[in-house]
C-alpha cells in the first residue's frame, strides 16, 4: 500500500456491504485503481471502535476520515468505470439528497441488521 492508495474500511460482516466491496474491489483490480479494504477489525486502526465503524462507510483518503456518501464518493472517483456516478452525486441537487437517504435510511437500516446478526452470534 502506498501513501496514495484510497482504503475503505468496511462491515465485512454484512452480507450487502460484502458484496458491494467485492464489486469495488474487482472493479479496483481490473483498473489498477489504488484502493485498498479494510475489514471492521482493523477500526482500531483507523481511531475507531467496530461498533463505530459498523454504523457506516468509511474511506481515508489523504489522511483524511471520510464517511457516508462522502466516503462513496472517493471510491467512485478512483474508479474509471465510477466517475460519472461521484460527479453525479456531488450536483447541489443531488448531493443533499444523497447524503439523507444514506444518513437516515440505509445507514440506519444496515446497522440494525448488523447489531441483529450480532446477536445471533
Not at 484510497?6 to 479496483?28: G, K, M, Q, S, W
Not at 481511531?47 to 462513496?72: C, I, N, P, W
Not at 460519472?84 to 440494525?112: E, K, S
Amino acid at each position: 500500500m502506498t501513501d496514495d492508495d484510497t482504503r475503505v474500511l468496511y462491515n465485512d460482516t454484512c452480507p450487502l456491504c460484502r458484496f458491494e466491496i467485492d464489486h469495488y474491489r474487482a472493479a479496483a483490480a481490473r483498473d489498477a485503481a489504488p484502493l485498498r479494504f479494510d475489514p471492521l477489525d482493523k477500526a482500531s486502526h483507523w481511531g475507531l471502535t467496530e461498533d463505530e465503524a459498523a454504523r457506516r462507510l468509511h474511506v481515508m483518503q489523504d489522511g483524511k476520515v471520510l464517511s457516508g456518501l462522502a466516503a462513496f464518493r472517493a471510491i467512485w472517483a478512483g474508479l474509471p468505470r465510477w466517475r460519472w456516478l461521484a460527479r453525479l452525486t456531488g450536483l447541489p441537487v443531488i448531493r443533499p439528497a444523497m447524503a439523507f437517504l444514506y444518513d437516515r435510511i440505509a445507514a440506519p437500516m444496515l446497522y440494525r441488521a448488523h447489531l441483529r446478526r450480532q446477536r445471533r452470534h
